[in-house]
């Protein structure tokens, strides 16, 4: 039968004898490569049983896993951002951006909603765990003063009894010599006039520039007013505080083009990406969703995030 199977292949595709051997040998061949992987399977599978067992197992793995990683707790940048900031303002997500761990960020704004306050620059290092060169690569940073400067109040001197018939004559009484601060926060035209070095024009540019911002939330912003210029404002500075004040606030999903142009932190371009971000990725919810807009940098995120509401 052999004979005949060579001699029809053979004939039938003109092969010659060589040829007709070699695909009497090769054609087989294949055939049990081809056939192999079933025949492997089917006489060596091994019946495994254990798949809900495995399940189960695997789950409960996930759920360590899950219950070891902290909530909300981002991972701080390779490069942390460096910009002026009051701990006792400053947002959970600029304190991520200035390399703060997560989980102290969260503690942070526990203790501020508790009631706490940072009243001088190592108040900060007063949170738990909060790294040490975290604290010295951020001090120059922070808006708070290095300490706190104690009222001393003069007693009278007691004065000495006088004999009897003698008349004791009163000196006068020197009035002490008061030292001037303003709230910049609430001080109209007329308080800021008081301030030796500010004119009617200064104080009209700084009420101006503080309306059109929403208020003033630090004593540094009121470098950025028009023409007034550094050696005044260290002049100023110990004559000025900016506390109790309130913001307006920017709702940012829901303002137009006009209102957001209209604000000193965003520039032309920025309003246009803010509205083209906005429609393309959706609501903006914290300061991550803004730091996707290309024309904002992180430092300008900070300073405009107090303005922002997200709702």
């Known amino acids: 039968m052999k004979f005949r199977l060579k001699q029809w292949i053979k004939h039938y595709f003109g092969f010659t004898k060589t040829e007709t051997n070699a695909v009497v040998v090769l054609v087989p061949l294949l055939v049990l490569i081809i056939l192999s992987p079933k025949f492997y399977s089917a006489w060596f599978r091994v019946d495994y049983q254990n798949y809900e067992h495995d399940a189960v197992l695997l789950d409960s793995l996930v759920a360590r896993v899950k219950e070891s990683v902290r909530p909300n707790e981002l991972v701080p940048p390779s490069k942390p951002e460096e910009f002026f900031f ?24 526990n203790y501020r909603s508790k009631g706490g306050q940072f009243r001088v620059k190592a108040d900060l290092k007063k949170i738990y765990d909060f790294p040490d060169l975290t604290y010295n690569r951020l001090e120059q940073f922070i808006l708070l003063p290095d300490k706190v400067k104690a009222r001393v109040e003069k007693k009278p001197t007691p004065k000495a009894p006088k004999p009897d018939g003698e008349i004791e004559v009163m000196a006068p009484e020197k009035k002490a010599e008061e030292f001037l601060v303003v709230n910049i926060a609430s001080a109209d035209s007329m308080s800021l006039r008081a301030l030796r070095g500010v004119g009617p024009a200064y104080a009209r540019r700084i009420v101006k520039y503080r309306d059109l911002l929403g208020g003033f939330y630090h004593v540094e912003q009121l470098r950025e007013v028009y023409g007034l210029s550094d050696s005044l404002f260290v002049a100023l500075q110990p004559h ?24 000193p932190y965003i520039s032309y371009q920025q309003a246009s990406d803010i509205l083209n971000t906005k429609s393309k990725n959706g609501k903006f919810t914290n300061a991550n969703d803004l730091l996707k807009v290309e024309t904002f940098d992180s430092t300008q995120v900070a300073k405009l995030l107090p303005y922002l509401d997200f709702r």
């Open 240 to 263: 000025l505080i900016c506390e109790d004040y309130q913001l307006k606030k920017l709702a940012i999903n829901l303002a137009t083009f006009k209102q957001l142009n209209a604000h």
């Open 86 to 109: 009051n701990p006792n303002e400053v947002s959970v997500d600029s304190l991520r951006l200035l390399g703060v761990p997560g989980f102290i960020a969260d503690r942070i704004e």
